[in-house]
């Protein structure tokens, strides 16, 4: 027979083994408990907290179909240096982009008196970027870029007159007269066409002074359309002596088609 001492001993021992191991489980809960806690708390943390990505991809050329889309900037061309040149030299210094599309006849006027050829020159988009006188252009059937030169007698230029869209110069605004007041950007248009302005500060003119108000359909009056030409010196002591830069915003499309985007938005650069 099992004294109750020894049976007292063995429920004792089994007693307080089952204790540790409750210890045990108890402990190993806790534990699991705070770390299930604190991941959840750093993931709230990670998702309240705004990312900047970061990549070292390499720099790669832009697809051909990405930069067809995009905006491209116009390289006004150095229409000064076209000065007392034949038309032959001035398409050699353009490049391959430019077109002689037709040289014509004029009649000499008191203020023209020796003027007697008009020649018109396209200028294409530049594909290939080579020459710093080839002038980059985004053309269109509805806006293209075209260059006309007045001849003299001897066929040398005597005017440059540059017309162009203000998309393909990479101006986007449709306020006239955000353009019309924009001395920078008017500014550059003249340094690459080769004038020289140190701080352009031109008189910005009364609306009347550039507004054309037309009756629509409807009887209402409308804002047909907006010119204003800017005249100045190109401080040369033999020609050109004058520069005059037109904008030009002209809403009669728009007016069909009710789209804003139809507008046609131009600019027109004369030296002489």
């Not at 770390?35 to 832009?62: D, R």
């Not at 905006?71 to 240096?81: D, E, H, Q, Y």
């Not at 040289?103 to 023209?112: G, K, L």
């Not at 009887?219 to 190109?234: H, V």
Request: charged share 20%; net charge negative; glycine share 6%.
């Amino acid at each position: 027979m099992v004294s109750h001492e020894v049976q007292d001993e063995e429920r004792i021992e089994k007693s307080n083994k089952s204790r540790r191991k409750l210890i045990v489980v108890i402990v190993f809960c806790f534990a699991l408990a705070i770390l299930l806690i604190a991941g959840a708390l750093y993931y709230i943390k990670q998702s309240s907290t705004p990312k900047t990505e970061v990549t070292n991809a390499p720099i790669t050329a832009v697809d051909d179909a990405v930069e067809d889309a995009a905006t491209v900037t116009t390289k006004v061309p150095a229409l000064t240096s076209f000065i007392g040149k034949t038309t032959d030299e001035v398409l050699a210094s353009l490049g391959s982009v430019a077109t002689l599309m037709s040289v014509s006849a004029v009649t000499p006027d008191a203020s023209n008196p020796t003027i007697t050829q008009l020649a018109d020159i396209t200028i294409a988009a530049d594909s290939t970027g080579d020459g710093s006188n080839v002038a980059k252009v985004t053309t269109s059937t509805k806006n293209p870029a075209e260059l006309y030169l007045s001849l003299d007698a001897a066929g040398k230029v005597v005017k440059a007159y540059y017309r162009v869209s203000l998309d393909a110069l990479g101006n986007t605004s449709t306020s006239f007269e955000t353009v019309l007041s924009d001395m920078d950007f008017i500014g550059s248009a003249l340094k690459g066409a080769g004038v020289v302005v140190n701080d352009l500060a031109l008189v910005l003119p009364e609306p009347a002074q550039y507004q054309t108000v037309a009756t629509d359909t409807t009887g209402a009056q409308k804002i047909s359309k907006e010119q204003y030409t800017y005249t100045g010196a190109t401080n040369l002591t033999s020609a050109p002596t004058v520069w005059e830069v037109t904008l030009s915003f002209d809403y009669s499309i728009t007016a069909a088609t009710g789209d804003s985007g139809d507008a046609s938005r131009m600019m027109y650069i004369n030296i002489y």
